[in-house]
């Protein structure tokens, strides 16, 4: 019955020095301290007189605040990708402007049907605007808008010779406004 006691009082001081040391561990390090404090009753500590203020001198300039270093972190990259994204949304147009937009938008128009050539701009590509203008025109509107067109293909008589080679420039592909909008 002696070693059963025994190794109880042992037990128990194993677990308290076991819960001392991760008492101890888990504090981490402390801040040093002044004197410690006395037990029992203390007498007032003496106020010390405050010194007097320095006299005053010229206000120096504040010196400029270190430049910001790049710090390549996610909320900084997230920062640059905001900064980016403002610089690329389209301007938001004012009520004025989006009413004004509406009413010409509104204007009365009317679909027309015809056949009008495209003119051919320098690049080489058909300018249908101008058909459309003079599709709508021919019906009595001031200008149009091109809805459909249509190509078709002219070729000089000599494309047709049988047993011929067709050289370039033999035929050319024309463009048609064939339905505008009009105004």
């Not at 128009?109 to 605007?129: E, F, H, I, L």
């Amino acid at each position: 019955m002696h070693d059963l006691t025994d190794h109880r009082s042992a037990s128990r001081a194993v677990g308290a020095a076991a819960a001392l040391s991760l008492l101890l561990v888990a504090a981490g390090p402390a801040w040093p301290q002044g004197t410690p404090p006395a037990l029992g009753v203390q007498s007032p500590a003496p106020q010390s007189v405050p010194n007097p203020p320095p006299p005053q001198q010229q206000p120096q300039a504040e010196p400029a605040p270190p430049a910001r270093e790049e710090n390549p972190g996610l909320i900084n990259e997230l920062g640059k990708l905001w900064d980016k994204s403002i610089s690329v949304l389209p301007k938001i147009k004012s009520p004025s402007e989006t009413l004004d937009d509406l009413t010409n938008m509104a204007k009365p128009s009317t679909m027309v049907s015809g056949r009008m050539a495209c003119a051919v701009s320098p690049n080489g590509a058909p300018d249908c605007k101008t058909g459309a203008d003079r599709l709508c025109q021919s019906k009595g509107y001031k200008e149009g808008k091109s809805l459909d067109t249509d190509a078709a293909e002219k070729c000089s008589p000599k494309a047709y010779i049988p047993g011929r080679r067709r050289e370039p420039g033999d035929c050319k592909t024309e463009n048609f406004v064939i339905k505008a909008l009009c105004q």
